[in-house]
Each structure stands twice: as C-alpha cells, then as structure tokens.
C-alpha cells in the first residue's frame, strides 16, 4: 500500500491530469496560424 | 510580508506598462531603446534602488502573471483553450522578456557574476511562488503559468547570442537547481510540466550535447533520478492509474530519446537509475541497460559457437560514475566485509550477510536494495580486480573457491525466496554490453546455476532471467548470451529441471527462445 | 518448486494474466516501444524534433522556433496588418502543403474542404487527393464504381500524375465525411462551395 505522502502525490498528479501541458505550451506564441489541435479522421496523414 | 507603501500599485503600473510596450511595434523595431526607457521608469519608481526591492517586485509580478491565468483559466467557457493561452502568453511573455533583458545587461559586460546572481533570484522566486501556491491551491493547482515562465524564459536566454553564450553553463546549472527543487516528490501537481521542461528538446541539447565535457551529464542524471524516485511507489503495483500510465509512457519516451541519440550516458548512470526503478519495471530497466557505447559493434548474441571470453571488450571495465563504495554502509560493515575479502575470514561474516541486508529504511520494503545492489557490485569488482592481479583472467574456473564467490554463493543459499530474487536481480543488473563487468557476473550467475545445492536457486536464477527476455525490446547483449549459454551448454542440465516444464505456456517460451538461439 | 511470486509459477501468473488483461502487466510485460510515435530508425539524432514525452509524433517543422535572421520574421510594422489566410485565394499547391503538413491541425481540415469544392476527392484507402482529368473518357461506370483516367496529387512527388484506374465510390471521402470539420476558425472558412 501506498504510504501517506505518496497517496498525497498520487492525488495532485491526478488532479494535474486535468490540466495536462499543451504542445503549445512550449512554443513561442505564433500570431499567423497558431498551432491548433483538431480531431480529424484516421485515413488523413498522421505525420 | 512589508512590502512597502504604495510598491504593489507600482509594480501593477510598471508591468502594465512593460506589456504594452512589448507588444507595441516600436519595441519591436527597436528592442533595446524601448527596454532602456523603461529600466528608466524602473529607477524613477525605485524599483531598481535595492536588492529587496527588486526581489519584492519580481515576487509581486509573478503573482500578478499567476493570477491573471487563473483568472482567464477560469473563465473558459467564454473562450476556447487556444484563446484562453494567447491571453495568458501575452502577459507572460513580456513578463519573460523583461528578466531575460534584465539577466542581459545588468552589470556591465565582463560581470557576468551580476547576471547570474539575477537569474537565480528570479527563478528562486518564481519556484517560491509554485511551491506556495502549490500548498494553496492543491488539486486546483495550475500548472500552465509556471511552465510558460520556465521554458520561454529557457528559450530566450539559449538564444544563440556572445553575452549568453559566456554564462551558458551557468543558466544551465540554475535551471537545474530549480528543477531539482521543484522535482515531482516536491510538487507533483507540477509533474507533467516538469517532465515536458525536462525532457525539451532544447534543454535536452544543451545539457546533453552542446555543453562541453559532458559538463550537463550529472546534473541531467539527478533530474531523472528524481523522476524516477517520484514514479517508484506508484510503479509496485501492477495496475496502473491513467494519470500515472501516461507518466510512465511519457518517461519511457525520453528514455528512447536517450537510448536513442545518448547511449554513452545511460550507460555511464545506469547503476544509479536501476538502484532507483522498482524491479518490476523490467521494460524500463532493460532499456537502460540495453544501451551501449555508439563505437561498439555487438557480436550477434545468437552466432553459434561465439566465444565471449575471446572478445576484446571483456577486458575492460565500463564506467561506473557512481561511488559504490561508498554506498555500502554503516563504515563497520563495509571494513567487516574488507577484511573478509581480504582473509577470507571470518565465516561468521557471511553469516550476518543477510542480517545487514534486511535493515530496510523504506516502510514496506523488507531489504535493503540500495545496500544489496552496492554490495553485488562491490564484490563483483574487488573480484575482477583480484584475478586480475593474479595476471588471470575471469572465467568460470578463475572465479571459483575465492572470498567473493563466498559471498555470492552465501547470498545464494541463505537468503528467502524475496532476497535471493533480489540478490540475483543486483547481479543481472549488470549484464550489458561486453565489458569485464558483464562477463564477470555472466560467469557468476552460471556458476551459481551449476553449484546450486537446491533446485529453487536454479529455478529463481531462470526466473531471473526469463522475466527479463519476455518483455518487449530491447533487450541487454549481456543477458541474451548468458542465458543462451545456459540452455545450450549441457553441463548445466537446464532442460532436466522440473521448472522447465510446469506449464504449455513455459515449455513454449524456453524453446521459442531455444529455437531462435539455434 | 516455489509456491511464491518469487519462482516461476510467479511467473505464469502474469503471464497467463497478460494474455486476458494485458494493462495488468503493461511494466512487466512491456510495450512495444515503436508505438510511441518516434523515429527510432532514424539516423540522425531525435532530440532536436522531439514532440515531447507526451505528444504522439515528433515536432514538425513549424513548431519548431529556428533562429533565423530577422529579415526572415515578420516585420513587427505590417504583422498586425496581414491579412487573415484566406484558403479560398491559395492555388492547391499551398492547399496540399497545409493538409501534408499540418497534421491534426484545424488547417488540415480547412485544406481539405476547399480540395473538396474545388471538385478534388480524397481516397481514404489510398490517401491521396484525386481529380478527373479533363477530358478523359469514362470507360466504365456502374452505380458502385468507375473506370477512368485521374489526376493524383501525388506528395511524395509533389505534383499531380495522371493514372487510370477502376475507382469505387465508397473509398471516397463524401461531403459528409469532409463537412464534419463544420467547425473552422474564422480566418481559414473557404469560399462557399462551388458546384
């Protein structure tokens, strides 16, 4: 079993799951095209 | 605590003045004419007049940067996430800007001592602030205005400019120390961007290969160790957390990268990472111990008949960076076990082996596996050294009836069932590339299979190993020929043992590997 | 034998657990390690386009900040100025180059609903764009396919080749397919769509 201050960590990374970095993060801000995530399907090019 | 009179306000004026004149074209036309006007203002409001004072506007900034986030971060359901990040990076960004303008000039050109001195302030005190907040927010802690901070400001000052250049490893070895003060045991709600800063792509280059000398190696290695640290308690067990599965997978890709494009280093940490990464992490651990030197060539494991005693790389030792010795405590065991090696005497020694082995400092571990790992490899070094100085060289026979062979085969016999796996752990730990410690503690492993008094040191020994081959690649040359030996070689008998055919899917598994290896 | 975790019936237990639940042993068992999204074959280093530990491919070009002469960047009088890109007014050449290039990106997207109104046709077994080529008789044709001669917009080339080839309706990204990226930043909508 997890000692206490592991559960503690567990708990706030598990609440940090929720606010996860963005890619964008990390980058300077692009004001032409920024970087935006979009669902598209399968068969379209991944890379 | 005391600001003075009236400081928040100003601050509040300077920052909002800071930013539109970052974001207004003329900065961007002429960027030090719109910084010197405003470290002007700066000293007209006296910020700059003080140490204190300027450590008190930077503390206050930071909050003002943090609070608008949390602020925009709230209010998401009016605007989407890219929006609510352009409104957090506008501010931020030009908050960066100024400290790395700041760092830039302050003292004069020669002083780089001044700007360094700024730097680790500055960062110290946005590290303070997380670590406040951290405790203040706890589950609605947000990550996003420290990790903009930390890696745009990263950026900015390796841009590829003389006056950083001159104070490059210093920016480095800042950043570290407050990366290691924010390592996830710290403030785990910060894990993910932590992760993300450690593992950039830019950072990785700085420290791993633009840095001369391998100057950034130790430091890095520290980083990861905290990492690995942090995931272990949460590794034990065998179901995983989707926010710890993602850790972990994330973890695992920047092992890639360094196996990948910096196999020298995981080679030259591996004893420290492996002492710290659970044993039940097995794909993990074999990835670092699969790296080796980019120069090498590996014989392949499977040629038939390759003598590993002929190969040239046996005869030298890989580099350990870590002390081992040192890790052998308390200072009265280590000379006890000296003086053994040394003796070969007193027996009563390797009877109160175990006893010191099973002072375990960590709740919920029954032995102690930093002593058991240091000892392994203490031994199994003082052992070559000790053939070695006989003008021999390691094999099966040299190794034998010898003060370190006592302890392995004590270990071997009177430790249980939970010891000795993690005693035969320690020693394959060490089977890598080819190097005198890979084949030292190949022969050991065989050695022990062929003098085992009970069948279930034979058994743990397989259990060892198979554990090791059936998980996914990669997987270490070391362990691959070791075991390819025992299965092939008939003096060890391997294929009598009642373990080699308990079940389909065993039986399976040895000839899959047998059939591969004919 | 053992009885204990500790031997090989400890072993077979995930093992055997692996085959019905196999997250139960995702540490022991392992994963394969080339579904991480990274160019492990690649010879030159990965670092310096690593995505990051959590993202699912490496950085693409245009996430990645080179340090470029300033003449390159936008100039700070007129970046405020410039219009909004405007798909609508691009050649397919540049149109190509978003949906290629920008993968998972909303301007892939934008890029593939104005190849679709400009008459082109993405085939979601081959991947490619396709166009009739004008002119080209139809040889065959039945209420599921088609046998005629087309322009592929080949990327590896970069150019459009003509090919014929027997051309099943189905394999066609429909209007529906493509209209389900209904929502489009502003700045990259297309024109409506022409017949």
Known sequence: ?47 | FDDPQGLLEKTEYLLREWVNIFHSPSASRDPTKAFSVFVHQMNVHGILKTDDLITRFFRLSTQMCVDLCYRALADQNSSTPVLVRTKCFHTLDAFVRLIALLVKHSGDASNNATKVNLLNKVLGIVAGVLLQDHEVHLTEFQQLPYHRIFIILFLELNTPEPVLEVINFQVLTAFCHTLHILRPSHAPAFAYAWLELVSHRVFIGRMLAITPQQKGWGMYAQLLIDLFKFLAPFLRNAELSKPVALFYKGTLRVLLVLLHDFPEFLCDYHYSFCDVIPPNCIQMRNLILSAFPRNMRLPDPFTPNLKVDMLQEINHAPRVLSNIASLIQPASFKKDLDNYLKARAPVTFLSELRGHLQVSHEPGLRYNIKLMNALVLYVGTQAIAHIRSKTLQPNMTTIAHSAHMDIFQNLAVDLDTEGRYLFLNAIANQLRYPNSHTHYFSCTLLYLFAEANSEAIQEQITRVLLERLIVNRPHPWGLLITFIELIKNPIYKFWNHEFVHCAPEIEKLFESVARSCM | MLKDQFGITGLLSFIRVAETQSDLVSLSLGQDLKTLGMNLNSVESVYPNFGGPFAEMPCRPQDIDYHVPSEYLINSSIRGKLPAPKLSMYKDDLLFYFFYNCPGDAIQAAAAVELYNRDWRYHTEEKLWLTRAPGAPLVEKTSTYERSTYFIFDPSRWSKVGKEFMLEYSKLEDRQGVSQHVFMPQTMSSSPSQS
């Open chain 1, 1 to 47: 079993p997890l000692q206490r201050e592991h559960q503690f960590q567990l708990q706030m990374l598990e609440a940090a799951y929720y606010h996860l970095p963005h890619p964008s993060d990390s980058e300077k801000l692009r004001a032409y095209l920024p970087r935006n995530p979009y669902p598209l399907p399968h068969y379209y090019p991944q890379q």
